[in-house]
């Protein structure tokens, strides 16, 4: 039987498919918030690094997935 679950939240919830199996955990928040438990990567978009903390448990799974491209939208 499944359970139902609720929990608040309140943002922007992104789910990509890639050409290569990702089996890691990457997060951007937003600069306010403080504390995060993983690595934290700056990444090459100096107005994404003002903005944004990246972080993964993989740095190279997180480089993969937030090509310059993608930082720039």
Do not use: H, R
Not at 28 to 36: A, C, D, E, M, V
Not at 49 to 66: E, G, R
Request: proline share 3%.
């Amino acid at each position: 039987m499944c359970e139902a679950v609720n929990f608040d939240f309140g943002g922007v919830f992104f789910v990509a498919d890639f050409s290569k199996e990702i089996n890691s955990q990457t997060t951007i928040i937003s600069k306010k918030i403080i504390n995060f438990k993983s690595y934290n990567i700056l990444m090459d978009n100096a107005l994404f690094n003002d903005k944004f903390k990246v972080f993964s448990d993989n740095p190279i799974n997180a480089m993969y997935i937030l090509t310059p491209l993608f930082l720039e939208k």
